[in-house]
């Protein structure tokens, strides 16, 4: 490992020596600067992993005055060294961010062990930095896609959940709305509290009250006990009222009062209750023409759409089906199946009505059928189980089991692949110039290669 390389900034120039002399003594580099000026140009030269700083230097000699010192070293450990070690000072230092505070005279082995934690604790902190750059680069925020669309909602999805906009997901069925209103209320202020969700078209209407706000005893036949409602079990978190279209005509005026007012009353209660939510609502209705047509009240289509987001149906970003359907099959699997290019290919070219929801039970139902262990071709056998039992088209496999041989537009496929390959050998995988070579634009070989599993 590369010795650390330490600051020490003190007026003494005995100490300045000594101190010195023991530190390279154990190992590491060690620069010197006599007063806080010095050492503020030193560090931004060549920034330490460690800062012990003396809060009494020229010219004031005002350990007080030191302290504003120690903000300029972030984000290195600071450990403050003073003549005039007492708590109050040491609680002020700690509270402008020092790591730890000694007072002079030294002792070598607790400065020794100090020295030690606050290399460590830098060097723990540098990696939660590059930890964090990473995951903020890469993490998908749970909306998996390599496509321009899902790219431009996980941007929306990042700046807005910090807000507290209530937010209608708008989106064909299965196209992942209630991901959207996790990853909002994942990224928000209210990350740590309850998510709760609302199956608008799945509780029958009569219900759907109680269920919302909750009820008392003896309010209605069944009601043995008090019990809670949604809304108050989502206080302080995320309230996400999936497919908020199917939601009758009575409710919506109950629900428009609870978000205009942030108040409502149990079933069977005349005490007004508050509870404090993020709306989140999603349906894959037209709210806008059912509003038109009067089956949907405007006001509160209005209350509910702060933000406006859309999830596109996998028709509009077919270069995301081979990775979905990737994912869906190593979840499915343990991480041990893959698709042969063969059924990529065929994924890609089907019409997924059911969007996400129908590709990841296709590939579900394959593996299911497939069983542990076998090959890529025997999971097309299966899915084409899978379709056959619904008198749909078959998937092709890779070999043609009468002749022994690939058809035509296998034959193609193979073809294709391996000219892309060596395109991208002789230029050294730079996407321009392979492109060139091939006759094909940037963009659509980039798109190809995402179907071929070659990015």
């Known amino acids: 490992m590369n010795p650390s390389h330490i600051l020490l900034v003190d007026d ?19 620069e010197v600067a006599g007063d806080g000026e010095a050492a503020l140009v030193a560090f931004r030269r060549q920034p330490a992993d460690l800062v012990l700083l003396d809060l009494s230097m020229p010219p004031h000699h005002d350990p007080v005055a030191g302290l504003e010192l120690i903000s300029g070293f972030a984000p290195a450990p600071v450990v403050v060294i003073t003549g005039h070690a007492d708590h109050a000072l040491a609680l002020k230092a700690v509270e402008r961010g020092a790591w730890d505070f000694l007072g ?51 941007d929306l999805v990042r700046r807005i959940a910090p807000t507290q906009l209530p937010v209608l997901v708008l989106g064909p069925s299965g196209t992942g709305k209630e991901l959207v209103a996790r990853a909002l209320h994942d990224g928000g202020s209210r990350r740590d509290q309850p998510f709760v969700t609302v199956h608008c078209g799945a509780i029958p209407a009569e219900l759907l009250e109680s269920e919302l706000f909750g ?6 036949t069944g009601a043995h006990a008090d019990r809670p409602g949604l809304v108050e079990t989502a206080h302080r978190g995320t309230l996400f009222l999936d497919e908020v279209g199917e939601m009758p005509p009575p409710m919506q ?15 069977g209660g005349r005490e007004t209750r508050k509870a404090d939510v993020r709306t989140v609502a999603a349906t ?6 059912m509003v038109g047509e009067g089956t949907f009240r405007e006001d509160l289509y209005y209350r509910l759409k702060g933000m406006v987001l859309r999830t596109p149906p996998l028709s509009e970003r077919p270069e995301d089906v081979p ?16 698709f042969t290019q063969n059924a990529l ?88 110039h392979a492109a060139r070579l091939l006759g094909l634009s940037r963009v659509g070989l980039l798109k190809k290669m995402d179907r071929m599993g070659l990015r």
């Not at 003494?12 to 060690?30: D, I, N, S």
């Not at 428009?256 to 108040?263: A, D, K, N, S, V």
Request: net charge neutral; charged share 25%.
């Open 345 to 432: 290919d065929w994924l890609v070219d089907r019409d997924w009505r059911g969007n996400v929801r129908e590709l990841r039970a296709l590939v579900e139902c394959a593996a299911a059928l497939a069983g542990p262990g076998e090959a890529g071709e025997r999971l097309l056998d299966a899915a084409d189980l899978a379709f056959a039992a619904n008198g749909e088209m078959a998937v092709p496999v890779m070999d043609n089991g009468a002749t022994g041989r690939r058809t035509l537009e296998q034959e193609v496929a193979v073809l294709e692949r391996r000219l892309i390959i060596q395109a991208l050998e002789e230029t050294g995988h730079n996407h321009t």
């Open 215 to 220: 009820h008392l005893k003896g309010s209605f």
């Open 284 to 289: 894959h209705r037209d709210l806008e023409a």
């Open 12 to 30: 003494e120039p005995a100490f300045q020596r000594l101190g010195a002399a023991w530190l390279r003594g154990a190992g590491h580099e060690v």
């Open 104 to 154: 002079k005279p030294l002792d070598p082995d607790l400065l020794r062990v100090v020295v030690a934690r606050g290399l460590e604790r830098g060097r723990l902190a540098a990696e939660l930095r590059r930890l964090r750059a990473v995951a903020g680069a890469t993490d998908d925020l749970g909306i998996v896609g390599t496509s321009a669309a899902l790219a431009r909602l996980r």
């Open 253 to 267: 005026v109950k629900l428009l009062r609870f978000l205009q007012e942030g108040t409502y009353q149990p079933v």
């Open 323 to 338: 990775v979905l359907a990737t994912l869906f099959l190593r979840r499915a699997s343990g991480g041990g199946g893959r």
